[in-house]
């Protein structure tokens, strides 16, 4: 298996081949950065899209609770992470809110 590199500029990115759209991933995101998207191919009807990177704040914790391995952040030395903010977090809470599925949907 090759190593999977990171996009450039990019804090965190998903292989949507390995992904099963669980939701997993969204639902311990603290800023807002991922959220689900309707797409008639998956199984569940949705996928797994980075909505907002700029907001990452490079926790690990998507990675770290995906089951599939299928979503990856960058290390601190590829990309400078933004703060948690209060905006990221209201729309945290709000993607939540929305069953995990994007606000701009």
């Not at 990177?53 to 690990?60: A, D, K, Q, T």
């Not at 960058?74 to 209201?90: R, S």
Request: with cysteine; hydrophobic share 40%.
């Amino acid at each position: 298996m090759a190593i999977m590199e990171a996009p450039a500029n990019t804090p965190v990115w998903v292989d949507t081949n390995r992904c099963k759209a669980c939701d997993v991933c969204v639902s311990v995101c603290p800023a807002g950065v991922l959220a689900m998207i309707p797409e008639p191919t998956s199984t569940l009807g949705a996928m797994i899209s980075v909505q907002n990177p700029e907001s990452c704040i490079g926790c690990n914790d998507c990675e770290l609770t995906c089951p599939d391995f299928a979503i990856f952040v960058a290390t601190k030395k590829e990309f400078k992470f933004a703060k948690l903010t209060d905006e990221a977090k209201a729309r945290s809470e709000a993607i939540t809110k929305n069953n995990y599925i994007a606000l701009n949907v």
